[in-house]
């Protein structure tokens, strides 16, 4: 990572993790897609259960990026015990996140649904898929924070054959269990969420196979272990901004459902499928940053500014390149995208121009993401969080309520308007950045 030419390294280590970033995102939309067909009220369900998988994948990711960030950084650093103590300590922590949100599936999900809908229907599968989907979430965290540990190495291969096993595993089960395929039983929405937790433990199996008993930088081991306050403290300086950074994108969907549901039902449906469309876009530039994040770590920790510097040229350029391809998608063929969904009419009329609106963030929103990457990789998590609830909660949420007096076309101008302000402010603290920290670093390495 410190001496490999640039742009051949980030797209060695980034294609693997862009690949099982689409892989996720393929298995997010056929579970919609599979739901769409018992039909609306199955879909809505889903859609008002998703800001909460949200916060699932926040958490995990977040202190999965804590854990990445420590380790690359010791790994650059040359301190292989430090190293491997973070990624003993990033088990642990997988294990206890998941309990908290074991015992929230089993207390608040059935307030959360009465909160947003009246329909029985509704109620019902959502809590029964919402229920399912956090009880049974020690899958989902215990293989993210393994595969973020085998990332900051620079083994990206492993990680993306980890999601791909879950995901392979979720789309064979979703028709069979939804539909109740040969001798499955048809569980309807419930279905679906069995299917998703059932990849997540065949890939979290798959994923200790790999970190016990292959031979990687570092290594997990209990023997001898002694918890680390300072440890945990180190891994969450960075995780606990990026898991709020990512559960913003929850806590808007709460609000924005909110707002939304007050139009229709189907107008929260769009902003669901809008989101599970959208993956195909962003989730290729989150896989590149899980590639370029622990290659600015190395040569952070290594006081490399040059390659340093190289790393986010590279990943702009990169990321900017699959933004715009998804904006001309989206404004090209916005009505075969919702098709996929067996969409109402009404779904249609209100699909078409928000897909097309909302879609002219994505190339903005290149800047947010790929700074918001370099921040967490150097350490400077209360950035990447400020830059986080600037782009998806203190902008976006007070416009589109403010634009939902004008009529429903209206909100979804909220999304470009909050990602060009973001643009300012990422621009801004780079440039202290440049003038404060990078300073210091060696400019002839």
């Given at each position: 990572?410190g ?6 390294l980030?797209?060695?280590?980034a294609?693997?993790a862009?690949?099982s ?5 393929l298995?997010?939309?056929?579970d ?12 809505a ?9 949200m916060?699932i994948i926040a ?7 804590g ?13 292989i ?12 922590l ?15 999900v ?6 947003y ?7 019902d ?7 399912c989907?956090?009880?049974?979430s ?10 973020k ?10 990680p993306?054959?980890?999601m791909l096993?879950?995901a392979v595993t979720?789309?064979v089960?979703d ?10 039983p048809?569980l309807?929405?419930?279905g ?7 990849g ?9 196979f790999?970190?016990?008993c ?5 290594k997990i081991?209990f023997k ?7 440890i945990?403290?180190?891994?969450y300086?960075?995780?606990v901004?990026s ?5 913003i ?12 549901v ?5 107008a ?7 989101y ?6 962003f989730m ?19 006081r ?7 790393a ?7 990321a ?10 989206f ?6 995208l ?11 009329e209100?699909?078409?121009p ?17 700074f ?15 830059l ?9 949420v007070p416009?589109a309520?403010?634009?939902s007096?004008i009529?429903l076309?209206?909100v ?6 909050a990602e ?15 003038h ?10």
């Amino acid at each position: 990572m410190g001496t490999a030419p640039m742009f051949r390294l980030i797209m060695s280590m980034a294609l693997p993790a862009m690949f099982s970033m689409l892989i996720q995102a393929l298995y997010n939309v056929v579970d919609s897609i599979f739901v769409s067909k018992i039909n609306e009220n199955a879909l809505a369900a889903v859609s008002l259960a998703f800001p909460i998988q949200m916060l699932i994948i926040a958490v995990a990711v977040g202190t999965g990026v804590g854990i990445n960030s420590l380790v690359s950084r010791k790994l650059g650093e040359g301190d292989i015990k430090q190293a491997d103590s973070a990624a003993t300590h990033g088990l642990l922590l997988g294990v206890a996140s998941w309990l908290v949100f074991a015992i929230m599936g089993l207390s608040v999900v059935r307030p959360f649904f009465s909160f947003y809908t009246d329909s029985r229907e509704i109620f019902d599968m959502g809590v029964s898929y919402l229920s399912c989907v956090m009880i049974f979430s020690f899958g989902c965290f215990v293989e993210i924070n393994l595969e973020k540990t085998l990332q900051a190495t620079g083994n990206m291969i492993q990680p993306m054959i980890f999601m791909l096993i879950g995901a392979v595993t979720n789309i064979v089960l979703d028709p069979m269990f939804i539909f109740g395929i040969g001798f499955f039983p048809k569980l309807g929405v419930l279905g679906a969420a069995v299917a998703t937790v059932i990849g997540q433990i065949v890939s979290m199996i798959y994923a200790i196979f790999i970190m016990f008993c292959k031979k990687h930088a570092v290594k997990i081991s209990f023997k001898g272990f002694k918890p680390s306050l300072s440890i945990v403290k180190k891994i969450y300086t960075v995780g606990v901004p990026s898991i709020v950074m990512q559960s913003i994108g929850s806590v808007l969907l709460l609000f924005l459902n909110q707002i939304l549901v007050g139009f229709s039902t189907a107008a929260v449906s769009v902003l669901g499928v809008y989101y599970k469309l959208q993956s195909f876009v962003f989730m290729p530039v989150f896989g590149l940053n899980q590639g370029s994040m622990p290659i600015m770590g190395y040569n952070y920790g290594a006081r490399n500014k040059k390659r340093l510097l190289l790393a986010l040229k590279y990943s702009c350029f990169i990321a900017l390149v699959i933004m715009t391809v998804g904006t001309a998608v989206f404004w090209l063929f916005p009505e075969l995208l919702l098709s996929m969904f067996s969409p109402t009419r009404e779904m249609i009329e209100i699909g078409v121009p928000a897909l097309r609106t909302i879609s002219m963030c994505f190339v903005p929103a290149t800047i947010g993401i790929v700074f918001t990457t370099l921040f967490q990789a150097v350490g400077k998590g209360l950035r990447s969080l400020f830059l986080s609830v600037l782009r998806q909660l203190v902008v976006i949420v007070p416009v589109a309520y403010l634009f939902s007096f004008i009529d429903l076309w209206a909100v979804w101008y909220a999304f470009p308007i909050a990602e060009l302000v973001s643009v300012a402010a990422a621009l801004l603290m780079y440039r202290n950045l440049l003038h404060g920290d990078f300073k210091k670093l060696d400019t002839h390495a």
